[in-house]
């Protein structure tokens, strides 16, 4: 059967989602250009015409991966609800136990950005946006007066380094750590950051919820 003549745009994200299950299955350092070219059928040759090399390929896949998450926090973040509600659902669904952006990539992906520059822009850019979106909604939180915080960036700095912690233990060490007891921590850190009593987060509500298992 012939196979379907693609647009640039098409097959680009093609050969991006065939990288990601590449690298998720076999690692960045063992994933090869051969590898994803045979995934999908296709010549080496038109991988590399897409992307020049090895290096290049996975960089630009890790950014797919972490932009399909990154839209998902915006619709979390974006919500008409109070700040505290998009918070909880944010941190709830970044954290180890939610849907978010497969850990081991992630995991991976800094791994090899300690030696790999184009990698680390790319990671460096994508982790900025996250700090960028979270500090924006506790600043309205604050404005609005839901809550109390001194340094709203500050604490997007501590929360995402407490979760990016929990999620690189968790993934090491699978099933050291209870579900309720990474969600209880992710909603306690929270609370601290906002100066909130713990059950004025970990109330349950729809928002919340439905955000931890989007």
Known sequence: MARVRLG???????????????????GVAAVRISDVAAALGVSNALVLYHFSSKEQLVAAAFAHAAETDLAQLRRLLGRRSTAVRRLRAAVRWYAPTGQAKGWRLWIE???????????????????????????????????AGEFRCADPAAAAWRLTAFLDGLAVQTTAYA???SRTTMLRWADTALARELNLPDQDVATPDRDAEAGAGT
Do not use: F, H, M, N
């Open 8 to 26: 640039v745009a098409e097959r680009r994200d093609e050969l991006l989602k065939a990288a990601v299950e590449q690298i998720e299955a076999r």
């Open 109 to 143: 992906g800094w791994a090899v950005s300690l030696r790999d520059p184009e990698l680390r822009r790319v990671a460096a850019s994508l982790d900025q946006e996250w700090k960028t979106a979270l500090t924006r909604v506790i600043e309205e939180g604050t404005a």
């Open 175 to 177: 099933g050291s750590l």
